[in-house]
């Protein structure tokens, strides 16, 4: 089984949602989502209770190796029309880069 990091998980859409879509549950499995909205974790916990959940990328901290893809999709409150539309002024808009490696 190839383990997937979320990052900025949403409900799952990207990466846990994305994976069962495509068909591919039998080969990727998401091991760690990383999101920070109450909401959208009380949504990943229904759907995947055994999968952890960390609250913030600004804390969270993995080991290279640790995980075989990390999956990560833009974080869309400055972006999303249901946000505060302020684009790429809103400081979340720049958490993206706190996956990159250093």
């Known amino acids: 089984m190839i383990s997937v990091l979320s ?3 949403g409900i799952g859409g ?3 949602h994305g994976i069962s879509a495509a068909g591919l549950s039998h080969k990727f499995q998401v091991r760690q989502f990383v999101e920070i909205s109450p909401y959208a974790q009380s949504q ?3 759907e995947q209770p055994q999968t952890p959940i960390h609250p913030d990328i600004n804390t969270y901290h993995c080991h290279r190796g640790q995980f075989d893809i990390v999956c990560g999709g833009f974080p869309c409150s400055g972006t999303s029309n249901s ?4 684009g790429l002024c809103d400081p979340r808009s720049a958490l993206w880069k706190v996956y990159l490696p250093s």
């Not at 946000?83 to 302020?86: L, S, V």
């Open 7 to 9: 990052l900025f998980s």
């Open 14 to 16: 990207l990466c846990h």
């Open 44 to 46: 990943l916990r229904d």
């Open 83 to 86: 946000g505060n539309r302020k």
